[in-house]
């Protein structure tokens, strides 16, 4: 089997099994560290087992890397940042403060904290944030109450639960059965860029970004929200005329279409989309200045991290963040695309 076709779970599966290398990474719900398929640690239950396609997407999750196989290398960071993770994992209804992450892992605060963030590419609280919406699902998902879910994942009153069951995007009843009780609207969207997917709840767009060559609309979607109510936009419904104003905007660069949208993410990852948001037509930014106008200035990897879970395409424009050095740097869907978008946003600009 080749690491090109390493594509379903069942595939990735056997290679973990096999203890065989592959391009992708494992999450270990009972023990907290992701994995690179050919770790020589003890075999995990398949059910407890999450996969991810790079570390970075484990990490957001709230994994740690696993010290025995070093999933991201042989960093001499690496280890001190683990020990203050695995602290924050042990105990994530606490608020760690840098001293208190300096006596656990044993060198100066400022130390720990930038050691934390290169080598995870996360801030402790960006991590401590993942630890508990995972938690939070997983107990959702095992049978527990919204009560109990939050509790055990350290949300220490119904405030800070209300906080996970936003970052979840709904109802913890909903999320317990997979979506079940949702109601999700698509369709395919043409534009001068290629075929994209918008898909929208009640509340508003929660999907959005462009088409593999070989993947549906239908199948994308299925994929985001597998056990929700899914429909074809009907004829009269607003996300047409939504979708007309983004593949507008896709060819003319502006003004960016003011619609609706239901943004599902922690609290660190709404702040930087929040930001996204507010730059101006063609106006780009480096994760470090996206960094320093959050009032984080230390956590570009993070700002990174974030903008590479944004669901939400072009509406919030991650196409704008670029490379230090005056570099186009890299985009999910093409680097001519990126360009494409920026060119036409700053054509946009410049005629007003």
């Not at 074809?232 to 007309?244: E, I, K, V």
Request: with cysteine; proline share 5%.
């Amino acid at each position: 089997m080749s690491e090109t076709m390493v594509n379903s779970e069942d595939d990735r599966w056997a290679r973990v099994v096999a203890r065989e290398p592959g391009g992708f990474f494992l999450g270990v719900l009972t023990t907290g560290v992701f994995c690179r398929p050919g770790c020589p640690a003890r075999t995990p239950r398949r059910e407890n087992v999450r996969f991810y396609d790079d570390a970075q997407e484990a990490l957001r999750a709230g994994f740690r890397p696993c010290l025995k196989c070093r999933p991201m290398g042989t960093d001499p960071t690496l280890d001190l940042a683990v020990r203050a993770a695995r602290a924050i994992e042990a105990d994530p209804a606490r608020r760690w403060t840098g001293a208190e992450l300096s006596e656990v892992a044993g060198r100066a605060p400022r130390t720990v904290l930038r050691a934390f963030e290169a080598a995870l590419g996360v801030t402790p609280r960006a991590f401590r944030d993942a630890v508990r919406l995972r938690r939070y699902g997983d107990a959702l998902r095992g049978g527990a109450d919204a009560t109990e879910a939050g509790l055990d994942a350290g949300y220490g009153g119904e405030a800070a639960r209300h906080e996970g069951t936003r970052a979840l995007g709904m109802s913890a009843n909903s999320y317990a059965k997979g979506g079940a009780g949702e109601s999700v609207e698509w369709l395919p969207l043409d534009t001068t860029l290629g075929t994209m997917v918008i898909a929208a709840t009640a509340k508003g767009i929660c999907l959005l970004r462009f088409l593999d060559e070989d993947a549906s609309a239908a199948a994308v979607v299925a994929g985001a929200y597998p056990a929700a109510s899914l429909r074809h936009a009907a004829p009269d419904a607003s996300l047409r005329a939504w979708g007309q104003a983004v593949a507008a905007f896709v060819e003319k660069g502006g003004p960016r279409p003011d619609l609706p949208l239901d943004l599902r993410g922690t609290a660190f990852q709404l702040r930087v989309w929040q930001a996204l948001r507010a730059l101006g037509p063609g106006e780009t930014v480096t994760y470090g200045e996206l960094a320093r106008r959050i009032e984080v200035p230390g956590a570009a990897r993070a700002v990174g991290a974030a903008n590479g879970a944004n669901r939400v395409a072009v509406l919030i424009p991650c196409h704008l963040v670029v490379a230090a050095g005056g570099k186009l740097g890299g985009y999910a869907w093409g680097e001519a695309r990126k360009r494409a978008l920026i060119a036409a946003e700053k054509t946009t600009a410049a005629s007003r």
